[in-house]
């Protein structure tokens, strides 16, 4: 089905083109829409898979949870301001009485959870790992997650307004991270690994934006872009060559069969982990480091949460990479007769997003972050209090800025001895009853889904079901068009039944007709 494949995805960039271009909330809300039901069909693309279909629903109804909460921000910024012009909106937010301000971003926010997959809207994102894999890698990865993070960077002057928002968004942003990469320490779906990375770098750039970084949370936006579409890629090539394994158990020992993608892939994994002098470090390191250098509770919490979950991420990352290419074979013999290296059309792309992967961040930081830079003139907004740049990098010393690397350090030396040197310790440490508890929540990611299943789809599939029988077919259509055309025709009926043809009957009419008219 290449043609409803390509014009789906051509779909997809007219929704994101629009989103993006859109002089106010009401273009760029066509956008989001049309973006969301891109998303829809592009999950549901093999339309005969079961778990296609149900993780497509998944993604729109969760979607549209939060594009409600925008749409009630949007009415709400236009019965303050009475317009939905970006620069009339962004003028006159400094003049505006705080907590509306506070209640519209944090309504925008609720936009933003839903598209960019932060607590307690993510559980749509795992899910759609069952779309073709150029999907997982261009939408899910690089550039439909980062709608919501686009939209909180557009709106900065409103949130800049809000100390209130900015907490909840730092708090959520730094959870999220968390929740996400400890989630994806258990996961099995090689795809499905890379998904919660991705959750967790939205994490980051949340708490970026919370941190009223946002500079520094495009920026990076844009390394991340980069370097999960490469491994979203190789992933792809690796999946594709090893007859559609999506199983990392069942692999293993692929780095002799495909040194070209084991290479990129390990590239894109560095960069993720924030190595020093790859593009995430440029970007990832600082987000630490700014939440690190302005001292209140939010922001302390931010900077521990986001330490630990570097360390985390380098963890499953270097664990994909063992289990892929390093451990010995664990696939059958089949699977690996047939493994090749992908033809050029995948091998060029590859190529450049590990070259971006690596320069990018070092080219680009003195452009988009750091003391000095007009990059962005008046299109982000920091207000002069939450100004904290100077105190991240002059004030910290040389252990804090260096701690998240000397985590993730630890992360991918432990996921090397656990997964190829000494692999009965996973055993021991998962026999263990704390061990097989904190599998069992990581596994189940942290029984959110079967949280939402019992208690709010049940009761909201019970809601339903009372108002399809009760409201809609007993009231609405007795009151309605069922009861109406019922009582006309009864009352027809009633009255044909008068005109019997017998004529001592219609005597009686007149008599009585002359009767009423003399008493009248």
């Known amino acids: 089905h290449i043609q409803r494949f390509f014009s789906y995805l051509s779909a997809f960039t007219f929704g994101m083109l629009v989103l993006i271009t859109g002089a106010n909330f009401l273009v760029m809300f066509v956008g989001w829409e049309a973006i969301g039901v891109v998303s829809y069909l592009l999950i549901n693309f093999y339309f005969t898979r079961i778990q296609a279909n149900k993780a497509a629903i998944l993604a729109f109804t969760m979607n549209r949870q939060g594009d409600m909460l925008m749409s009630i921000g949007f009415f709400a910024i236009f019965a303050l301001f009475g317009t939905l012009n970006y620069s009339s909106v962004f003028s006159l937010t400094p003049y505006m009485n705080e907590t509306a301000i506070t209640i519209i971003a944090l309504l925008l926010f609720g936009g933003a959870c839903a598209k960019s997959a932060q607590i307690p809207l993510h559980s749509w994102l795992p899910g759609s790992m069952e779309a073709p894999t150029p999907v997982s890698a261009l939408l899910h990865a690089a550039t439909l997650v980062t709608a919501g993070i686009y939209l909180l960077l557009r709106c900065s002057p409103i949130l800049e307004y809000s100390p209130t928002a900015l907490m909840v968004i730092t708090i959520v942003g730094a959870s999220t991270a968390f929740f996400a990469a400890t989630s994806g320490l258990v996961q099995n779906d090689l795809k499905r690994i890379i998904a919660f990375s991705t959750i967790s770098q939205l994490g980051y750039m949340v708490m970026a934006i919370g941190l009223s970084q946002y500079n520094v949370a495009l920026f990076h936006t844009v390394n991340h872009a980069f370097f999960k579409a490469l491994l979203f890629l190789a992933a792809g090539a690796v999946i594709h060559s090893f007859s559609d394994q999506q199983d990392v158990r069942k692999m293993g020992g692929l780095i002799k069969f495909l040194p070209f993608t084991y290479s990129v892939m390990l590239v894109g994994t560095l960069s993720l982990l924030a190595t020093p002098f790859l593009s995430g470090f440029y970007s990832k390191d600082l987000i630490i480091e700014l939440a690190y250098g302005n001292y209140n509770f939010t922001h302390m919490y931010a900077f521990i949460l986001g330490s630990i979950t570097a360390g985390i991420t380098a963890f499953y990352s270097f664990r994909l990479i063992s289990l892929v290419f390093l ?130 789809i049940n009761k909201g599939f019970k809601l339903g079901y009372a108002i399809s029988k009760q409201i809609d077919r007993g009231v609405i259509e007795l009151v309605g068009p069922y009861g109406l055309s019922n009582s006309i025709v009864k009352t027809a009926k009633n009255i044909s039944n008068l005109d019997s043809g017998v004529i001592t009957t219609y005597a009686l009419y007149i008599t009585i007709g002359f009767l009423f008219l003399l008493s009248l």
């Open 327 to 456: 451990t010995s074979p664990n696939g059958n013999k089949q699977s690996y007769l047939g493994v090749h290296e992908s033809g050029l059309a995948v091998i060029v792309p590859l190529l450049f997003l590990s070259l971006f992967s690596i320069f990018f961040g070092y080219l680009f930081s003195d452009m988009f972050v750091g003391i000095g830079s007009d990059f962005f003139g008046n299109s982000l907004f920091i207000h002069p209090n939450n100004i904290t740049l100077v105190e991240a990098e002059f004030s910290l010393n040389i252990f804090t800025k260096l701690l998240p690397s000397l985590l993730s350090l630890l992360g991918v030396v432990s996921a090397l001895i656990l997964y190829i040197k000494k692999p009965e310790l996973i055993n021991n440490i998962s026999n263990t009853l704390i061990g097989r508890k904190l599998y069992n929540i990581f596994n189940s990611k942290y029984y959110f889904d079967i949280i939402y299943n019992h208690y709010i």
